[in-house]
C-alpha cells in the first residue's frame, strides 16, 4: 500500500472537523474515512456524509465479523472506522485522514506503525468551553461531560507525532497541510511509492 494514513484526534470544540474539511477542499490527493457511529445525527447531518448512522445491535454484528479497523465507545455512543475501505483507498495510492480518538489512534497504530499522528489543541481551556457552549446543540450536562473527557483526552497529547495549537483558523489549517506534505516526502513512504526507482539507485 502507498497511500498515506493520517490521525487527527483532538478534544470535542478543537476545530478538528473544520480543519480536516477546508485540507479536503485544498488536497484532491486525500480522502476521510466516514466512521460508523451510533449516536443519533445532529441538526444537518446526513446518513453517510458525517457518519453511517447505525443501531447498537448493528454495530456489534459488525465488530463480531471484524470490519472495524478501529472503533471505541465514547460519551456513551459507538465509533467505528472500517478496515476494507481504508486498505483499499491506500492500496490505490490515496492518503487517508482518519478522525477518532486517541483510544482509537491506539489501536489504528497497531495495525498502521507509519500511520501519522495529528493532535488539535484549543489554545486554552476558557476558550474550547466557549465553542462547546456556542454550539447550541448540547444541554449544560453534556458540555460539561464533554469538557470533562476533552481534559482526559488531552492528557493523551505526547502519543502523537506532530500537534497543532489551533488558535487562529488559517493558520491551523496551513499547519496541517504542510504536515500532510511532510509525511508524504518522509523517506519510507518515497521507497514504497517508487520502489523501481530507489532499487535502480541503490
Known amino acids: 500500500m502507498t497511500g498515506n494514513l493520517f490521525i487527527v484526534s483532538a478534544p470535542s470544540g478543537a ?18 474515512s466516514i466512521s460508523h457511529t451510533t449516536r443519533a445525527p445532529r441538526p444537518g447531518e446526513e446518513n453517510g456524509r ?3 448512522f447505525i443501531d447498537v445491535p448493528a454495530f456489534q454484528e459488525k465488530i463480531r465479523q471484524e470490519e472495524f479497523l478501529e472503533w471505541a465507545r465514547v460519551h456513551g455512543n459507538y465509533y467505528g472506522t472500517s478496515k476494507k475501505w481504508i486498505e483499499a483507498e491506500m492500496a490505490s495510492d490515496r492518503d487517508v ?5 486517541w483510544q482509537g489512534a491506539q489501536q489504528v497504530r497497531q495495525v498502521f506503525p507509519l500511520a501519522t499522528g495529528i493532535f488539535i489543541l484549543p489554545p486554552s481551556m476558557a476558550i474550547l468551553e466557549e465553542r462547546l457552549s456556542g454550539r447550541g446543540t448540547d444541554s449544560a ?14 492528557r493523551h497529547v ?7 495549537i489551533n ?14 506534505q511532510a509525511a508524504r516526502l518522509h523517506c519510507e513512504n518515497q521507497r514504497q511509492r517508487h520502489a523501481s526507482l530507489f532499487a535502480s539507485l541503490l
Not at 485522514?97 to 480518538?101: K, R
Not at 473527557?149 to 488531552?154: R, T, V
Not at 488558535?167 to 500532510?180: C, P, R
Open 15 to 32: 476545530g478538528k472537523t473544520t480543519l480536516v474539511r477546508l485540507l479536503l477542499e485544498n488536497d484532491p490527493r486525500i480522502g476521510v
Open 50 to 52: 458525517e457518519y453511517h
Open 97 to 101: 485522514v482518519l478522525e477518532i480518538d
Open 141 to 154: 450536562e453534556v458540555i460539561a461531560r464533554r469538557i470533562a473527557a476533552a481534559q482526559d483526552e488531552m
Open 158 to 164: 505526547d502519543e502523537f507525532d506532530y500537534v497543532i
Open 167 to 180: 488558535s487562529g483558523l488559517q493558520q491551523a489549517v496551513d499547519d496541517l497541510q504542510v504536515i500532510v
